[in-house]
């Protein structure tokens, strides 16, 4: 049976297939970085079972390796890629020679990955028997990204070293940004086990004056926002708040819908995911696969937005909340 | 009583931000500060941060369409989008981006987030699209104006999967929020929570749509070029409408 474990064994695979080419050009700090990436991808599952178990020294080595990440990223330099006017025109000349060909594969990726997600909802198909039903719609994106990447290659002629030599490209043009979201994940993890959460939420409830829903209403949805910027994730605030000002005041105290301030409350979180570049795989990383120079360029252009969804949604709140 | 010590780690991430450290840094130490101050031991603190590592790993999944978009680039996929994008002599830059805003956000209603995403679709496809609607009707873009139309792109695409995502089937955070909800005896159906998400999910395109309607308005007044290629002879005069 195809689990996530299979498609992460393939991105440690690229990961390792990069760290190999950036060694053969002597960039060893690069290196030494996707290869360190490589560990979670290839080895995770055989580390969290480890810890169960009470031996933690591999995830020990694992919790280093993550210190490691940190000192690289600080001290690696990104590649510059220079685009060379000779490639421009190969790339011109080939998009003319195959036209609309070239969609087949990369519409492939979502076509794929949609069939197999309402197929599995079809009992005759049976897609559930070979693929883990728990995390189909990820591990579908891995199988149809696989097959795109033979479809194409096969289309275009090219070698098959090419998905390796390609792939890197893209890690390499992206760099140790890729691995943002992965260390802010974790930084979420280690604040919520060692009671950051619990902290916030006890001088939260200290500070505001708890007899006024709409001061607690407001208190809630700005604290989403702001907990969201600092952790880039409203996943990660969400509890936090919930539990400090949510369901005491709101829900308790003034007689709150539960289901609309949950469902609300989290959206109100995600005007702070649009404008923090903790949010990493939102804002930072379209601005390197962009190419953009200016670094907040996504959240330039998203700020708006969140501003107004924040009025609308604190608004939409204080109508619908109390009924 | 609670500790608030922990708290230390939170203030290094809003210090680290503020002075520009490497993010990747701040957060590391961010993480250590808030776990020394919690009094984990070091071996503790190292076990809890590679078994977090491992179990966040999913967040590495974007980088599984790396060989195939990489693949399909050189073959010239970028080019060929804008060249056919062209073919509709219709569509605008504001067009191009709703009409994605709209799919995007369908799409996400019904828990179909990872069928597009900034690796997938927004820089093989949308963002090169976007350029070529954008050049068309304004002339060659300015690098700058070129950088803002992109980063629109961007920006539409997380519109759409954040007030997408969630109203009809229970993912990621109807799930969350309905769990928060049973650990404190509150028994809710994933249904009646992802329905709340409406109004906003309405809210936000609307919004949205506004935005780059105005952006679109913006950047033909930005770009002096723009007016010269409305009003060459060649070209017949457009309505007042699409003057923008």
Redesign the interface.
């Known amino acids: 049976m195809l689990t996530l474990t299979h498609v992460f064994y393939l991105i440690g695979a690229s990961l390792v297939g990069a760290a190999v080419l950036n060694l053969r050009d002597r960039r060893w700090l690069q290196a030494a970085f996707w290869a360190i990436l490589a560990a979670p991808c290839l080895v995770g599952d055989p580390i969290l079972a480890a810890n169960k178990a009470g031996t933690q020294w591999p995830a020990q080595v694992m919790g280093a390796g993550v210190i490691a990440l940190a000192l690289l990223a600080w001290r690696t330099r990104a590649r510059k890629v220079v685009d060379d006017p000779e490639q421009a025109r190969a790339r011109e000349a080939s998009a003319a020679r195959f036209g609309n060909l070239l969609f087949l594969p990369a519409l492939a990726i979502p076509g794929i990955t949609l069939a197999l997600v309402l197929g599995a909802r079809i009992d005759a198909l049976r897609v559930t028997a070979w693929i883990e039903p728990r995390q189909l719609p990820l591990i579908s994106l891995g199988l149809a990204a696989t097959l795109a990447m033979v479809l194409g290659i096969a289309l275009t002629r090219a070698r098959p070293v090419h998905g390796l030599t390609e792939g890197r490209r893209l890690l390499d043009s992206i760099g140790w940004p890729l691995a943002l979201p992965l260390l802010l994940a974790t930084l979420g993890g280690v604040f919520v086990e060692t009671g950051v959460g619990k902290a916030i939420s006890a001088l939260v409830g200290e500070v505001i004056p708890t007899d006024s829903a709409v001061a607690c209403l407001l208190a809630f949805g700005l604290g989403m926002v702001a907990f969201t910027a600092i952790m880039g994730n409203a996943f990660a605030a969400f509890p936090v708040m919930m539990a400090g000002i949510g369901l005491p005041l709101l829900v308790k105290l003034h007689g709150a819908h539960p289901a609309a301030l949950g469902a609300m409350g989290m959206l109100t979180g995600y005007s702070g995911t649009l404008v923090t570049p903790m949010a990493a795989n939102f804002n930072v990383v379209p601005v390197l696969l962009l190419e953009l120079r200016d670094p907040h360029a996504v959240i330039r252009a998203q700020w708006p937005t969140a501003l107004a969804l924040l009025v609308a949604n604190l608004i939409l709140m204080g109508v619908l909340v109390f009924r | 009583m609670?500790?608030?010590w922990?708290?230390l780690?939170?203030a290094v991430?809003?210090a680290g931000?503020a002075l520009r450290w490497?993010?990747?840094?701040v957060?590391?130490?961010?993480?250590?500060v808030?776990?020394l101050?919690?009094g984990?031991s070091p071996?503790e603190?190292?076990?809890?941060?590679?078994?977090?590592?491992?179990?966040?790993?999913?967040?590495?999944?974007?980088?599984?369409?790396?060989?195939?978009?990489?693949?399909?680039?050189?073959?010239?996929?970028?080019?060929?989008?804008s060249?056919?994008i062209l073919g509709f002599a219709r569509l605008t830059l504001a067009r191009l981006l709703i009409a994605y805003l709209a799919a995007r956000q369908l799409l996400a209603m019904v828990?179909?987030?990872?069928?597009?995403g900034?690796?997938?679709?927004?820089?093989?496809?949308l963002?090169p699209m976007a350029e070529a609607t954008a050049t068309r009707r304004f002339g060659a873009l300015d690098?700058g104006s070129r950088?803002?139309v992109?980063?629109?792109?961007?920006?539409t695409?997380?519109?759409g999967l954040?007030?997408g995502e969630d109203v009809f089937l229970a993912f990621?955070?109807?799930l969350?929020?309905q769990g928060?909800?049973d650990g404190?005896g509150?028994h809710?159906d994933p249904l009646?929570?992802?329905?709340?998400?409406l109004?906003?999910a309405i809210?936000?395109f609307v919004?949205?749509v506004v935005?780059i309607l105005i952006f679109e308005r913006r950047l033909a007044r930005t770009l002096p070029e723009a007016r010269v290629v409305h009003e060459s002879p060649a070209v017949p005069p457009p309505p007042p409408a699409e003057a923008g």
């Open positions: 609670i500790n608030y922990p708290l780690g939170v991430v809003v931000f490497n993010p990747m840094l957060v590391v130490t961010a993480g250590l808030s776990g101050a919690a984990k071996g603190l190292l076990a809890l941060l590679g078994t977090t590592l491992v179990s966040n790993r999913t967040l590495l999944l974007f980088a599984v369409t790396f060989p195939a978009i990489g693949v399909l680039e050189r073959a010239g996929l970028r080019e060929r989008a060249a056919w828990g179909l987030i990872h069928v597009a900034h690796p997938q679709t927004v820089r093989p496809l963002a690098p950088e803002r992109r980063a629109l792109a961007a920006a695409d997380n519109v954040f007030f990621g955070a109807v969350l929020i928060f909800y404190q509150i809710l009646s929570i992802g329905l709340w998400a109004p906003t809210a936000a919004i949205h935005r």
